[in-house]
C-alpha cells in the first residue's frame, strides 16, 4: 500500500513538474511575442506584463514537489552529516515532518484564497480583467504537491528506504 502511494505521490509530482515546464514555455513564448511586437510592429501586448508575472509565480509554486521528489531543493547536510547515523535519520523524518505540516498548510492557505476569490468573481485591476480565481488555483498546486511529496519521503524514510 505504501509503495502504491508513493507512486501515485511521484506521478502528481511528475505531472506539476511537466506543468512548471509548459509554463516556463508559455513565458519565454509571451516575451518573444512581447518582443517581436515591440520592435517590428511597434506596438505592446497589452496583457504581457500581467500574465508574465502569473507565468513567473506559476512556474516557480508547481515546480516544487517535482523538485523535493528529485532531492533537488537545498538541503543541510554539513550538520546531518556529523551526527551518528541514527541520529541523522531521526532529524532527516523530523525535518521532513515539518515540511510537510508547512507545506500542507501553505497549500490549505492558497485553495482557500483561490476558492474565496473565486466566489467573490475579484478580476484583476489590468486591462485584461481577469479572473484571479484562476491563476491562484493554480497556484495551489504547488504546494499541494510539495506536501505529497513530503508525505511520500517521510513513508519512504519510515520504511529504512532512501529518500532523495
Known amino acids: 500500500m505504501r509503495a502504491h502511494l508513493c507512486r501515485i505521490c511521484d506521478w502528481l509530482c511528475d505531472a506539476a513538474g511537466l506543468l512548471s515546464a509548459g509554463y516556463i514555455a508559455l513565458l519565454a513564448i509571451l516575451s518573444i511575442a512581447e518582443i517581436f511586437c515591440r520592435n517590428v ?9 500581467e500574465y508574465a508575472g502569473y507565468l513567473v509565480i506559476l512556474s516557480l509554486l508547481t515546480g516544487l514537489g ?7 531543493h537545498i538541503q543541510v547536510l554539513l550538520v546531518r552529516g556529523r551526527l551518528p547515523e541514527r541520529l541523522g535519520k531521526q532529524v532527516d523524518m ?3 515532518i515539518l515540511a510537510l505540516l508547512v507545506s500542507t498548510f501553505f497549500a490549505i492557505a492558497l485553495w ?10 475579484t478580476l484583476s485591476y489590468f486591462p485584461s480583467q481577469t479572473p484571479l480565481a484562476i491563476p491562484q488555483l493554480l497556484m495551489a498546486i504547488g504546494p499541494t504537491t510539495l506536501a505529497l511529496a513530503c508525505a511520500a519521503r517521510i513513508m519512504r524514510l519510515h520504511a529504512g528506504e532512501t529518500a532523495p
Do not use: C, D, Y
Not at 511597434?42 to 504581457?48: M, N, V
Open 94 to 96: 523530523a525535518t521532513s
Open 41 to 49: 510592429l511597434s506596438l505592446s501586448l497589452p496583457f504581457a506584463t
Open 66 to 72: 517535482w523538485a523535493m521528489k528529485e532531492g533537488a
Open 112 to 121: 482557500r484564497f483561490g476558492l474565496v476569490t473565486l466566489a467573490r468573481g
